[in-house]
């Protein structure tokens, strides 16, 4: 009964910054990992950025040192800080949250569009 939703997906200038966020429905007592993933058009889903219950944190190649993925626990809602945006950052950005092997749950995706 786990809902997620994703918003603050838009369009932006190459170099521009967007906050996207994932709220949960409702308390999630026990997860492995949340991230962000993304997908663009006829291309491969990818993980963008990690975050494992015990705090540690995974980035793409591409993203690292631009992205940062956070999380407010009491609200229940994980969050993605993009910054220095690239026209390659373009796709659907979807939330996951892992609660078991195989057991995870997926957001709607919001679209995030880098041009000019």
């Known amino acids: 009964q786990v809902q997620l939703v994703e918003s603050g997906g838009g369009l932006v200038q190459p170099g521009g910054s967007l906050r996207l966020s994932c709220a949960a429905s409702g308390s999630i007592f026990s997860f492995i990992a949340m991230g962000w993933y993304r997908q663009a058009p006829g291309k491969q889903r990818e993980m963008v950025a990690i975050?494992?219950?015990?705090?540690?944190?995974n980035y793409a190649d591409s993203v690292k040192g631009r992205f940062t993925i956070s999380r407010d626990g009491a609200k229940n809602t994980l969050f993605l800080q993009m910054n220095s945006l690239k026209p390659e950052d373009t796709a659907v950005y979807s939330c996951n949250i892992r609660v078991g092997v195989l057991r995870n749950y997926w957001g709607q995706g919001t679209q995030v569009t880098v041009s000019s």
């Open positions: 975050l494992s219950s015990g705090g540690s944190t």
